[in-house]
């Protein structure tokens, strides 16, 4: 595939979940041809490196780790469609080894004394929030000039992004360097979370898109550990279960944060500055409840400590968009008799409906 006919090709490309490749930019300070010039040029690049899976499986240079993983990868694949009812497209179907630790890095953004994330909006797929860029540089240039505007902001890099099954005649999206490696359980998680992103999709709902598809990744990830791991796997399920117990906790301990600072934030009876006392003391909390995890459940497993160092609105915001939703997601398919196809069925059902009536029929599940 050349770069020549990548760029031809390029003009009927519609989009890209996260990124944005290639669709317009709607609204004010939006319309950036620089932006819309990098994400299309940094998608591009993936698709041109990816090659068949069969084809880096039977390279005699290919190390046998990954050679391994890959092999693992397309049995997760085929897994998806025939157990979690996920689409049967040409999406982790192919392999891109990037030069770089992620796919690309987001950038999110909250006011000070608020928890809605600022969003941008594209045509064809509504508004998101989060605004993602392929060179760190790039994106760290955002975060400074966010700041200089009195956004609170936070940049992490993102290993995978889905393209919603939009660039399937393009290869669909590719299996990659920035997280082959994973362990098992969590590879497949990945795989599943992306898939699901392919299979409902709702402009201007963030929240509701990465809490279902969190929630498909979550129960796919144990079905697949249950039923298709082997002993080497399963040795280190324990571990990753630990890992879980550790994220449930971060969560709740988030959810718990935010909660507080949305009552102090909407509290009619404080002013700025006692909301601002308010929202450092609450964050101090959260940071002291750390330590406390750290000193015994969390003992010897410092991952998160940077992030509780830097802690703000934005950072709180974005994690809420990934869980809050996700125990509505879990009830519903319970309520579905547990059945994937019943399930996405059922997602899709409310997701048409008007934003306020989706969340309420969602919270009412059971």
Known sequence: MTRRWLAVAAGSLIGTLGVAAVLVCVGSGCSSVGYVGQALTGHLEIVERAKPLSQWIADPTTPAPLRAQLERAQQMREFAVHELALPDNRSYRRYAALDRPAALWNVVAAPELSLTLKTWCYAGMGCVGYRGYYDRADADALAAQLRAEGWEVQVYGVPAYSTLGWTDWLGGDPLLSTFIGWPEGELARLIFHELAHQVVYVADDTAFNESYATAVERIGGRRWLASQADAQARAVTDALEAVDRRRGEF??????????????????ALGADARRAAKAARLQRLRDDHTRLKAGAWDGWPGYDRWFAEVNNAALAIQGAYSDLVPDFERLFVQQGSDFTRFHAAVRRIAALPKDQRLATLHAVP
């Not at 969560?251 to 009619?268: E, F, S």
């Open 251 to 268: 969560r709740a301990l988030l959810q718990a944060a935010r909660q507080d600072l949305v009552q102090v934030y909407a509290d009619p």
